[in-house]
């Protein structure tokens, strides 16, 4: 029986029992836990160093309230990017590929933003929804379009990372049928296809990475207007 490109995104069972806990819990494990000694080892040193680096960058524009979601944005990166790069690994399942985990991860910080705003401060959140100075004929069509682009950021936050992971994993089997199936019938073409998709691979990687930061960038950018 034939074998589908999309079927390396279903989600895992064994059993009847869905992995996808299994899966989202794993990246966890894998961080080194810090010590209290002065001197630590080069992993941890190098984590501290790309935590505090990335914090800084992304906490450098908010005031001190936007402060408090530094835990949870720099969670959420290094837990994106663990789990994007674990799913370039063979015979392995990559859960940010699905739709419903990154509107569920996109969602309910996006509303958290939205209801900081309206409560702290009510008429300039509000004031987004019509810009300064636009002619009274135009105001209601602006109030729906501007309300439209509010409520659709959370699905365009995870579609963007769905569609580029998809995209990533699915040229990526497309490269290696192709070196596998050229193997025998003609090597030279074949090591062509296999320096493709190395190349190939070092992008995804590049990827991974970016469409991570850019996932919590873009989650800094919606607080940043919040608070």
């Keep these: 029986m034939a074998v589908s490109l999309f079927d390396q995104f279903m989600s895992p069972t064994y059993l009847g029992i869905p992995l996808l806990a299994i899966a989202l819990t794993l990246p966890w494990v894998l961080f080194p836990t810090p010590s209290a000694r002065w001197l630590n080892n080069r992993l941890l040193t190098l984590q501290s160093w790309f935590i505090n680096r990335f914090t800084q960058q992304l906490l450098t524009p908010l005031n001190m309230n936007g402060h408090k979601w530094a835990l949870i944005l720099t969670s959420l990166m290094a837990f994106l990017i663990t789990l994007n790069i674990l799913g370039l690994l063979p015979y392995t399942?990559?859960?940010?590929?699905?739709?419903?985990?990154?509107?569920?991860?996109?969602?309910?910080?996006?509303?958290?933003?939205?209801?900081?705003?309206?409560?702290?401060?009510?008429?300039?959140?509000?004031?987004h929804l019509l810009p300064e100075g636009t002619p009274t004929p135009l105001i209601p069509i602006l109030i729906v379009i501007e309300t439209i682009s509010l409520l659709i950021r959370p699905l365009a936050l995870g579609v963007r990372l769905t569609a580029n992971l998809t995209a990533g994993h699915l040229l990526m089997?497309?490269?290696?049928?192709?070196?596998?199936?050229?193997?025998?019938?003609?090597?030279?073409?074949?090591?062509?296809?296999?320096i493709l998709l190395f190349m190939l691979t070092l992008l995804e990687v590049a990827v991974a990475m970016i469409q991570a930061y850019v996932f919590v960038l873009l989650r800094s950018l919606y607080l940043q207007e919040n608070v």
Excluded at 93 to 120: E, K, M, Y
Excluded at 173 to 194: D, E, H, K, R, W
């Design 173 to 194: 089997q497309l490269t290696s049928t192709a070196t596998f199936a050229l193997l025998f019938t003609s090597p030279a073409v074949s090591l062509l296809t296999m």
């Design 93 to 127: 399942f990559t859960p940010t590929t699905q739709l419903s985990l990154n509107l569920g991860l996109a969602f309910p910080l996006w509303l958290a933003t939205v209801l900081i705003g309206l409560r702290n401060q009510p008429t300039a959140a509000l004031g």
